[in-house]
T-cell receptor
């Protein structure tokens, strides 16, 4: 079946450091891929998405490229801020009508000044 | 962007009571809504798929008689936790699917349930 695997956290960085959170997936067909962010005490917010191979999603300085050959969708940011501290979830959609998203376990990012 | 609301955002109840959580799509109609459960420091686990006008589809291991789902209209789905116990304490999140211009899920802010 479809699944998403994220790197284990927590990830602890200093402000302005480079961030990579790895995400790989297993899926049949051509899924869409997403990154969601959850700030402390809040619900999920869509950070970025990509719907087909080689697409790059980007938002708020974050970006991720849909790599079909490596079945990956790694999240990157060149210079993190304290305000980026949150839990990041990689997810996929099988693109079948009426199906739910499948989430990775989440990676906690903690950025210190 | 599309907005999905949940009510209440926080609820504390006594063991044995029932709690109803509402999920509303505020600016679009959603034939399909999903209910997820999130334990502390863990990922979201799909509980059930709620389809307007029909019975919900529950994931394996989720008790349908304990977690009653009603999708009475195209903008409202409710999750009722019946005879709640402390182990039901969790963060419950709904999402609603907007079909046009392309199928996209929008998440509610979540409801934190604490059963004493």
């Amino acid at each position: 079946g479809n699944s998403v695997t994220q790197m284990e956290g927590p990830v602890t960085l200093s402000e302005e450091a480079f961030l990579t959170i790895n995400c790989t997936y297993t899926a049949t067909g051509y899924p869409s891929l997403f990154w969601y962010v959850q700030y402390p005490g809040e619900g999920l917010q869509l950070l970025l998405k990509a719907t087909k191979a080689d697409d790059k999603g980007s938002n708020k300085g974050f970006e991720a490229t849909y790599r079909k050959e490596t079945t990956s969708f790694h999240l990157e940011k060149g210079s993190v801020q304290v305000s980026d501290s949150a839990v990041y979830f990689c997810a996929l959609s099988a693109n079948q009508a009426g199906t739910a998203l499948i989430f990775g376990k989440g990676t906690t990012l903690s950025v210190s000044s | 962007g599309a907005v999905v609301s949940q009510h209440p955002s926080w609820v504390i109840c006594k063991s044995g009571t029932s709690v109803k959580i509402e999920c509303r799509s505020l600016d679009f109609q959603a034939t399909t809504m999903f209910w997820y459960r999130q334990f502390p420091k863990q990922s979201l686990m799909l509980m059930a798929t709620s389809n307007e006008g029909s019975k919900a589809t529950y994931e394996q291991g989720v008790e349908k008689d304990k977690f009653l789902i009603n999708h009475a209209s195209l903008t409202l789905s409710t999750l009722t936790v019946t005879s709640a116990h402390p182990e039901d304490s969790s963060f419950y999140i709904c999402s609603a699917t907007r079909v046009r211009p392309q199928e996209t899920q929008y998440f509610g802010p979540g409801t934190r349930l604490l059963v004493l």
